[in-house]
Nanobody
Framework: QVQLVESGGGLVQPGGSLRLSCAAS????????MAWYRQAPGKQRELVAH???????NYTASVKGRFTISRDNAKNTVYLQMNSLKPEDTAVYYC??????????????WGQGTQVTVSS
């Protein structure tokens, strides 16, 4: 059994910052790619940022230069530092990880989601 637990969401004013965390736990042999997605009301879930095990990252165009994804592989944790937040960043943010379990099964796991609201 593998779990992803997110934290760090909340209400912030435009121009503010938040840092999301997502910790993976359970029967983990290896964590491969990790990513953050978001889903705004009435919209499809979209990829925000992606990080490989080797440290390569990519971002959706709307967050480039404002958001930074990082990983602490020793802690099985991925972070999303969000700066210069805009109202259009308001969404539920989901952590995602491709994990090989100790039984050598490869699956994609999701966190429960954390609400980020950017409003004055």
């Amino acid at each position: 059994q593998v779990q992803l637990v997110e934290s760090g969401g909340g209400l912030v004013q435009p121009g503010g910052s938040l840092r999301l965390s997502c910790a993976a736990s359970g029967s983990i042999f290896r964590i491969n790619a990790m990513a953050w997605y978001r889903q705004a009301p009435g919209k499809q879930r979209e990829l925000v940022a992606h990080a490989t095990t080797g440290g390569s990252t990519n971002y959706t165009a709307s967050v480039k230069g404002r958001f930074t994804i990082s990983r602490d592989n020793a802690k099985n944790t991925v972070y999303l530092q969000m700066n210069s937040l805009k109202p259009e960043d308001t969404a539920v943010y989901y952590c995602n990880a491709d994990i090989t379990t100790k039984s050598f099964r490869y699956n994609t796991y999701w966190g429960q989601g954390t609400q980020v609201t950017v409003s004055s």
